[in-house]
Nanobody, 125 residues
Framework: QVQLVESGGGLVQPGGSLRLSCAAS????????IGWFRQAPGKEREGVSC????????YYTDSVKGRFTISRDNAKNTWYLQMNSLKPEDTAVYYC??????????????????WGQGTQVTVSS
């Protein structure tokens, strides 16, 4: 199973920025998708963004388009979620996850088989 470790969360004021990191190891397949999800208190887990290993295709949920950017550093086996223009409604625990064997973007959580422990992002003045 793939091991995933998130970092980079914290407290930020509205309009601020944070960059989350996801370090991954233990891939057994050549193709996979890395996704970022979030869960706010009392709400269901929501897919935020994902990127494919096959061709670097990306996908964003509507609420973060134009504000968040997903990227990867292949040499470091690390993926990033750059979050700009943060809003209070972005407050949540953010998780990275991987769906091995997939080559198309997806934010369906049941397709992901390995998850990190999560990192808290709080947007508040």
């Amino acid at each position: 199973q793939v091991q995933l470790v998130e970092s980079g969360g914290g407290l930020v004021q509205p309009g601020g920025s944070l960059r989350l990191s996801c370090a991954a190891s233990g891939f057994t397949l050549d193709y996979y998708v890395i996704g970022w999800f979030r869960q706010a208190p009392g709400k269901e887990r929501e897919g935020v963004s994902c990127i494919t290993s096959s061709d670097g295709s990306t996908y964003y949920t509507d609420s973060v388009k134009g504000r968040f950017t997903i990227s990867r550093d292949n040499a470091k086996n690390t993926w990033y979620l750059q979050m700009n223009s943060l809003k209070p409604e972005d407050t949540a625990v953010y998780y990275c996850a991987t769906a091995e064997g997939l080559i198309a973007t997806t934010l369906l959580s049941y397709e992901y088989d390995s998850w990190g422990q999560g990192t808290q992002v709080t947007v508040s003045s």
